[in-house]
């Protein structure tokens, strides 16, 4: 299957194999940019897809990936104290150039280089959840705890209530 993928999902794939994780990507027919198409793609709730959202820290232009679940919006101020600093949406070249992925395809790992990550608390709600992997019609379906261990993230209450 990883010869029929995308370079960037084969990237992601890779990286998911030398971690040791026994995950598998996924091309997906129909789109899954938004949290609503990967749902629908996958036949799951929308609180079951992992978002993968770029900001950037107006304190120091460093990113800060938030990975949340489809059904939340941020709420950039709690993120924002978390990390101690003020957040703001990144545009499409910012996120390219600190993740190496298009918006719509952002993985939750194998970027070019590592990137302050927050996941939002809500996603262990559900025993499997979909990430983006690398294109916006690819995904891999993981557990909570395998993000969290791929990642190294810490969980936070980031949802706007």
């Known amino acids: 299957m990883a010869e029929t993928l995308k370079s960037s999902t084969r990237k992601v794939q890779a990286y998911l194999n030398s971690r040791g994780f026994d995950l598998r990507v996924q091309q997906i027919p129909e789109t899954t940019r938004t949290a609503a198409e990967a749902a629908k793609a996958v036949n799951c709730d929308v609180a079951c897809i992992a978002k993968s959202l770029i900001f950037r820290n107006r304190d120091n232009q460093e990113?800060?990936?938030?990975?949340?679940?489809?059904?939340?919006?941020?709420?950039?101020?709690?993120?924002?104290?978390?990390?101690?600093?003020?957040?703001e949406r990144a545009d499409a070249d910012f996120a390219r150039k600190h993740t190496g992925y298009a918006i719509g395809?952002?993985?939750?790992?194998?970027?070019?280089?590592?990137?302050?990550?927050?996941?939002?608390?809500?996603?262990?709600?559900?025993?499997?959840?979909?990430?983006?992997?690398?294109?916006?019609?690819?995904?891999?379906?993981?557990?909570?705890?395998?993000?969290q261990d791929l990642t190294g993230a810490e969980w936070v209450g980031i949802a706007q209530d």
Do not use: Q
Request: aromatic residues 2%; hydrophobic residues 45%.
């Open 105 to 147: 395809g952002i993985p939750p790992v194998a970027h070019g280089k590592p990137v302050t990550t927050l996941l939002d608390r809500d996603l262990k709600m559900n025993p499997v959840i979909w990430a983006a992997a690398g294109t916006p019609n690819s995904l891999f379906s993981l557990t909570p705890d395998e993000l």
């Open 63 to 87: 990113p800060v990936l938030i990975i949340a679940s489809g059904r939340n919006r941020v709420d950039l101020e709690k993120a924002g104290k978390v990390l101690g600093g003020k957040l």
